[in-house]
């Protein structure tokens, strides 16, 4: 069994930037595909960035490329990290990270994942 535990989100303006971080108990995250996904009011979850369980591959959704980087520490401090600049009013939303260990490529799909943290939220006012 693994915990995760977000950090960083918060109320930042339009064109801010926010680093959100995901550290894990138990097994380390060199032993997962790791995800993060976001959840607006009135919408379904979704998968903003994703890396695989050797860290070598990575995936953006299309509305973050460019602005977003996901990121992994497999030493000491065992964390996930989603590094958000430019953000946007409609980067709104309760981030969330994801991790499995089963699977070892990068994973985009909720129902991929087996382990998820309470989630964060992010306001980006106009």
């Known amino acids: 069994q693994v915990r995760l535990v977000e950090s960083g989100g918060g109320l930042v303006q339009a064109g801010g930037s926010l680093r959100l971080s995901c550290a894990a108990s138990?097994?380390?995250?060199?032993?997962?595909?790791t995800g993060w996904f976001r959840q607006a009011p009135g919408k379904e979850r979704e998968v903003v960035a994703a890396?695989?369980?050797?860290?070598?591959?990575?995936?953006y959704a299309e509305s973050v490329k460019g602005r977003f980087t996901i990121s992994r520490d497999d030493n000491a401090k065992n964390t996930v990290y989603l590094q958000m600049n430019s953000l946007k009013p409609e980067d709104t939303a309760v981030y969330y990270c994801?991790?499995?260990?089963?699977?070892?490529?990068?994973?985009?799909?909720?129902?991929?994942?087996?382990?998820w943290g309470q989630g964060t939220q992010v306001t980006v006012s106009s």
């Open positions: 994801a991790a499995t260990p089963v699977r070892t490529a990068v994973q985009v799909a909720t129902t991929s994942y087996d382990y």
């Open positions: 890396i695989s369980r050797s860290g070598g591959s990575t995936y």
């Open positions: 138990g097994r380390t995250f060199s032993s997962y595909a």
